[in-house]
């Protein structure tokens, strides 16, 4: 008998919540031709970000956001020139194992990669899910960005000047200073002293 008041108890419940929406607009988006505004921070799909004026790459092949991956979906090749700079030659990101974490986005010091709000690229060959270079760059050329800022090593302040002011070397200056002249002086005294008693002796013994 208790279970079956809790049971209609419920079900009145649940039937006050649905009657709460009806007479109401509906919600449901008739996709594809209506779709929601990703938010800025969505984790969609794997992009590579280019320079807003000169169009290049923002990669600097650091390969920190290859490190970072958790599932190394990420696969870089940058081999060193004669100016010891890495170059970059592939940069590969497989959409089938990727976890979709933002890890590569934050490990990324230069605003070069980056989760992009687009999310329709599902397909029947997990092939094509394999995004070299050159498809990563062109499905993130329109995507916004806000450029990390450079930080700059802050300013060294120049040595203070060395007045010997507050400093033991300037202290034991000053001592040795203060000594000095007293000593000196001490020891004119003494032989002005020693002398007037030779005087003394002289005219004694002369007499």
């Not at 049971?7 to 709460?20: C, F």
């Amino acid at each position: 008998m208790l279970s079956i008041v809790k049971g209609l108890r419920e079900l009145i419940r649940g039937m006050g919540i649905t009657g709460k929406h009806l007479g109401r607009h509906a919600v449901t988006l008739q996709y594809p031709e209506e779709k929601w505004p990703m938010p800025e921070r969505s984790r969609g799909i794997v992009v590579l970000l280019s320079d807003k004026e000169t169009g290049e790459l923002n990669c600097t092949a650091c390969m920190l956001c290859m490190r970072a991956c958790p599932t190394a979906a990420i696969f870089i090749d940058a081999p060193r020139g004669e100016d010891k700079k890495r170059r970059l030659k592939v940069f590969n990101v497989d959409h089938g194992i990727c976890c979709f974490c933002g890890l590569c986005e934050e490990a990324c010091n230069f605003t070069a990669i980056k989760m992009a709000g687009k999310y329709e690229f599902s397909t029947e060959n997990k092939e094509d899910l394999l995004w070299d270079m050159h498809k990563l760059q062109e499905v993130g050329r329109d995507v916004p960005y806000e450029p990390k800022p450079k930080k700059k090593p802050a300013p060294k302040p120049p040595p203070a000047p060395n007045t010997g002011e507050g400093s033991p070397a300037g202290s034991a200056g000053e001592a040795k200073a203060a000594v000095n002249p007293n000593s000196k002086t001490a020891g004119a005294g003494a032989e002005k002293e020693g002398d007037d008693q030779a005087n003394d002796k002289k005219e004694g013994g002369s007499d």
